[in-house]
Nanobody, 123 residues
Framework: QVQLVESGGGLVQPGGSLRLSCAAS????????MGWYRQAPGKQRELVAT???????NYADSVKGRFTISNDNARNTVALQMNSLKPEDTAVYFC?????????????????WGQGTQVTVSS
């Protein structure tokens, strides 16, 4: 079992900044990819940014230049620094991870989601 816990969400004015963090805990061998997704009311969940264990990043076009994703493999955490926030960034942000687990007989990879944290950008 792997648990992802997000923190750092809240209310911020347009142009402001927030830093989200996510910590993975539980039983796993390694985490290959961690990322952030978001879902606004009435819209589908969309990718915001991902980062591999090797540090390769991927960003949605809508957040490039404003958001920065980073990770700490030793602590199994990922962070999302969000600058120049816009009202359209308002959404529930979810942490996501692909983790390799191990039973007594075999290894397996599974995808996990955090509970989500609300980010509201409004004046």
């Amino acid at each position: 079992q792997v648990q992802l816990v997000e923190s750092g969400g809240g209310l911020v004015q347009p142009g402001g900044s927030l830093r989200l963090s996510c910590a993975a805990s539980g039983t796993f061998i390694s985490i290959n990819v961690m990322g952030w997704y978001r879902q606004a009311p009435g819209k589908q969940r969309e990718l915001v940014a991902t980062i591999t264990s090797g540090g390769s990043t991927n960003y949605a076009d809508s957040v490039k230049g404003r958001f920065t994703i980073s990770n700490d493999n030793a602590r199994n955490t990922v962070a999302l620094q969000m600058n120049s926030l816009k009202p359209e960034d308002t959404a529930v942000y979810f942490c996501n991870a692909d983790a390799l687990g191990r039973s007594i007989s075999y290894q397996y990879i599974r995808n996990y989601w955090g509970q989500g944290t609300q980010v509201t950008v409004s004046s």
